[in-house]
């Protein structure tokens, strides 16, 4: 599938959809908790439907509807549990790792192409320091399979993916002993704050010295619950993106600004490019106009780096996006993947090794590529709408990983998109 983007002017009000991070961590607590769990308005994508089809595998019973009722299995996965298929879901493969580290009965885990291509050796690692048996592994790669069950103790895990750290975080308290974790070369520190307020409100006693150190203690239990999901920031930065891009002036409605989310750091980046935001009881309003270049430590937020690649082709001088180089890893090289596809639209780009310098340009449409990454295929079709010509995104379906509805969202609010087969 294509989406095919042209110049727009954008208007009216968006509500954003759940957030893939909170509905993936809800369906793990959900699934090894004792008792039954409700989520309130999680989000239905690709992504989500890869953790519940592994909670599933794990034994949990999942009810789907509105609201999603989760029959959790109180422990460590059912005997029967020996394959699990994550898709394209890196956040459901390191997560559900962790909690099948739990089962004294091999598990085997595997993916699609691109996930065959994330790393899991850090998080196998300190796996393994924990009890954890690798009995079957390809490069530190998929496929591979584990045996627990986990035993707790001390390990050290390196942070280039903070999905590492969540894993155990997350399958630690079930451990018969306590479990001292060491952490190095942490990124994305937010989402570790997201799973952290979850333990929290689950219950769970850990002691912490920053994000460096964490002691768990084991032999604890999860028990059922019924929370709201939250909206996604990650997902807001497009339709925020496009109206920076086209000059235009929407209402973003849905989102918590109290809650752990990092992204929702890219509002202030996009304020101190010079665009118009405030908070109102009904959402934020925000209105594109004359962008300016600036530097943004991207670290915490390396989801939000293709958009704000696009975003910084509108901005006039330069624009230098850093510290970030776990963009790399992610469905694709997103750093040398926009680098690629911005300079066929004309962008003047300069590839870091962790990051990008964009100097502002005149972007012309054309074909370019989504790589199946769902980050670079919505990024790439606001380009599209700020850019002269046609821009032509392929790939285009891997938007239903996080967002679904982008499609017809975005054109709610104007944007001229056509889904071409």
Same mark, same amino acid.
């Given at each position: ?15 954003i ?23 309130? =308005? ?8 890869s ?36 898709? =394209? ?10 909690l ?40 530190? =790669? ?41 952490? *190095? ?53 497009f ?16 989102? *918590? ?5 990092? *992204? ?8 101190s ?5 405030s ?7 925000v ?11 991207? =670290?915490?937020?390396?989801?939000a ?10 901005a ?37 090794? *962790? ?67």
């Amino acid at each position: 599938m294509k989406i095919r983007s042209t110049s727009s002017i954008l208007s009216g009000s968006i509500l954003i959809p759940a957030s893939k991070s909170h509905t993936i961590r809800a369906v793990a607590f959900a699934a090894i908790a004792e008792g039954t769990s409700v989520l309130k =308005n999680p989000l239905m994508s690709d992504d989500a439907r890869s953790a519940v089809t592994g909670a599933g595998e794990m034994g949990a019973q999942v009810s789907l509807g509105k609201d999603w009722i989760i029959q959790g299995i109180g422990g460590a996965p059912v005997e029967s549990c020996r394959h699990i298929d994550v898709g =394209n879901s890196g956040t459901s493969l390191r997560i559900l790792t962790g909690l099948c580290s739990l089962s004294k009965h091999a598990v085997q885990f595997d993916g699609d192409k691109s996930i065959r291509q994330r790393p899991m050796a850090p998080l196998l690692s300190a796996l393994e320091n924990l009890g954890v048996t690798i009995i079957e592994s390809t490069g530190g =790669n998929c496929p591979f399979t584990i045996r627990g069950p986990l035993q707790g103790g001390s390990t050290r895990v390196n942070g280039i993916s903070s999905q590492f750290l969540t894993s155990l975080l997350i399958a630690c308290p079930m451990a018969p002993l306590n479990t001292e974790l060491f952490v *190095d070369h942490l990124n994305e520190k937010p989402y570790v704050e997201i799973t952290l307020d979850w333990l929290r409100k689950m219950g769970i006693r850990f002691e912490q010295k920053g994000l460096e150190w964490f002691r768990i203690y084991g032999g604890q239990r999860y028990c059922a619950f019924e929370r709201q999901i939250p909206a996604d920031f990650s997902s807001a930065t497009f339709p925020l993106c496009a109206a920076a891009v086209t000059g235009s002036e929407i209402l973003i409605r849905g989102l *918590d600004f109290s809650d752990q989310q990092g *992204d929702k750091a890219v509002f202030d980046y996009f304020k101190s490019m010079g665009m118009e935001i405030s908070h109102a009881s009904e959402g934020i309003r925000v209105k594109g106009g004359a962008l300016h270049g600036v530097d943004i430590d991207m =670290n915490a937020t390396p989801d939000a780096l293709p958009a704000m690649a696009v975003a910084a082709c509108f901005a006039q001088g330069t624009t230098r996006l850093l510290n970030v180089p776990q963009a790399r890893l992610k469905e694709c090289d997103r750093i040398a993947a926009m680098a690629t596809e911005l300079t066929k639209m004309g962008a003047q780009v300069e590839e870091l090794k *962790d990051g990008l310098v964009i100097r502002q340009s005149q972007l012309k449409g054309t074909r370019v590529h989504g790589y199946d990454d769902h980050r670079m295929v919505m990024a790439l079709s606001v380009a599209g709408l700020g850019a002269g010509g046609e821009t032509i995104v392929d790939t285009a379906e891997s938007a239903g990983i996080t967002y679904p509805g982008f499609v017809e969202d975005m054109a709610g609010l104007g944007a001229h998109f056509d889904i071409l087969e």
